[in-house]
């Protein structure tokens, strides 16, 4: 089985393509400014596992064009990784929002991309881009299984205290207003890896309660009991929860009135503030890039050093808030970006919990590569460090369910 991951953004087309006998990637590629008009270009980044990489500009007016120009780059020339097209046997796409319609993979019909465009309201930027990408899939590839993955499904599963917010109760039924959480594949997969890792350490992984930490750009964490998520940081919107690269995560709600106030913002260019100007770029006035926020930090940088003790704070918090919502703590999972590289952020977030039985190993903390556990030997709960893979997961699930319909007939 050959399956393509397709993530769609509003100008940009990024795609995997995934020899599934072997879960291994025959190639990746991203197409950036789609649709760019005039003299602008899209560009094109082809990646072939052991070809040469393929770089080029070109017009490429819409996501249409852009899956012909993926299907070109990986049938024909010198990068190419497959004879025909029809190799390809599905398409997994990544959708953002799924709402309360969606705790799995589906396979796409009529019904299900009604049911994703009814979700456009909760996804302003995200789920038309997905929906382009879909409609874009079933056209240059007629006939194929197309399969949606959200990344709302994972947090499905969280009970009503956990999800609804303390809102007039008439504004979640009318307007779905409640938590739905995001990275969601992600928190799957290392919530899974980290189980599995705990039964290979002789301990109960299926029962145990698990904090994943998602430090990337995006930053959300997940509590996971007994392989389900209990509760997550991103609400409505992936502006909730910890501090991110430029997003604020939590603040007191009262504030955005007062800058309307104060400031004589609409509230358009406050929501902008908080989803690009606020975070770490806002805190360190420096960047929104955490190596850079760092070094500054370590340099002495006011702002920068602000920036890292916030952002620490906030997911050290989350860590004993969730410790207190499954009642005990088995494991925390660190992974994304800031997760899998930072061993110096993984400390300051981690020193000092030993009252939560967790002890961080700072040798192996430091050392060590791939999937592993940097609490000591003895320390009852555990922290791993766990890549993720969340476009292995859309491709898995989209294998799943074209084996379900086959099965369901
Ligand atoms: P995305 O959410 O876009 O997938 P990533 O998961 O790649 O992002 O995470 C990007 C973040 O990871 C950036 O803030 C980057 O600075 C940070 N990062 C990557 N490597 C390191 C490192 N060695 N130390 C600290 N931060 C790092």
Redesign the pocket.
């Known amino acids: 089985m050959v399956v393509l991951v397709v993530n769609c953004g509003s100008s940009s087309l990024k795609y995997i393509l995934y020899d599934m006998r072997t879960e291994t990637v025959a190639a990746t590629g991203l197409i950036e400014r789609i649709g760019g008009g005039g003299d602008q270009h899209a560009v094109v980044h082809h990646r072939p596992t052991d070809k040469d990489r393929v770089d080029y500009e070109s017009s490429i007016e819409d996501h249409y064009a852009a899956v012909q120009e993926t299907v070109k780059l990986l049938t024909t020339g010198e990068g190419k990784v497959l004879n025909h097209l029809d190799e390809i046997d599905a398409v997994g796409h990544r959708v953002v929002h799924g709402g309360e319609a969606f705790c799995s993979a589906v396979l796409i019909n009529e019904p299900v991309i009604k049911a994703i465009e009814a979700c456009v309201s909760l996804a302003p930027l995200h789920n038309p881009p997905n929906l382009l990408g879909i409609r874009a899939c079933m056209a240059a590839l007629p006939g194929k299984p197309q399969v949606a993955v959200f990344d709302t499904a994972f947090h499905q599963t969280m009970p009503r205290r956990a999800y609804l917010y303390a809102l007039p109760y008439e504004l979640y039924e009318r307007h779905g207003i409640r938590r739905y959480g995001f990275h969601g594949t992600s928190h799957y997969y290392v919530a899974r890896r980290a189980a599995e890792m705990l039964t290979q350490m002789g301990r109960d992984g299926a029962h145990a309660r698990i904090v994943t930490c998602h ?4 930053c959300s964490m997940s509590a996971v009991a007994d392989g389900v998520c209990v509760d997550t940081s991103m609400g409505m919107t992936p502006l909730e929860g910890l501090v991110m ?1 430029t997003r604020s995560g939590d603040i007191d709600p009262a504030i955005i009135p007062f800058l309307e106030e104060k400031l004589g913002k609409t509230g358009a260019e406050i929501e902008r503030m908080l989803n690009r100007e606020s975070g ?1 770029l806002g805190l360190s006035g420096t960047s ?5 926020v ?1 070094e500054a930090a370590r340099n002495g940088h006011e702002g920068a050093r602000a920036a890292v003790d916030v952002f620490c704070y906030r997911v050290r918090k989350y860590i004993g808030a969730y410790a207190a919502a499954m009642g005990g703590l088995d494991a925390v999972v660190f992974t ?3 997760g899998e ?2 061993p110096e ?1 993984r400390e300051r977030i981690l020193m000092g919990l030993s009252f939560l039985g967790l002890d961080v190993d700072p040798e192996r903390n430091r050392s060590g590569r791939g999937d592993r556990v940097i609490s000591t030997p003895e320390s009852r709960a555990a922290a791993f460090v766990i890549r993720t893979q969340e476009e292995l997961v859309i491709a898995r699930e989209t294998l799943e369910a074209c084996k379900q319909a086959v099965a369901a007939g």
Not at 215 to 218: Q, V
Not at 288 to 292: C, I, K, L, Y
């Open positions: 430090l990337g750009n995006g690269g770490l929104n890039d955490m190596r850079d760092s994304a970006g800031i590289n930072s952020l």
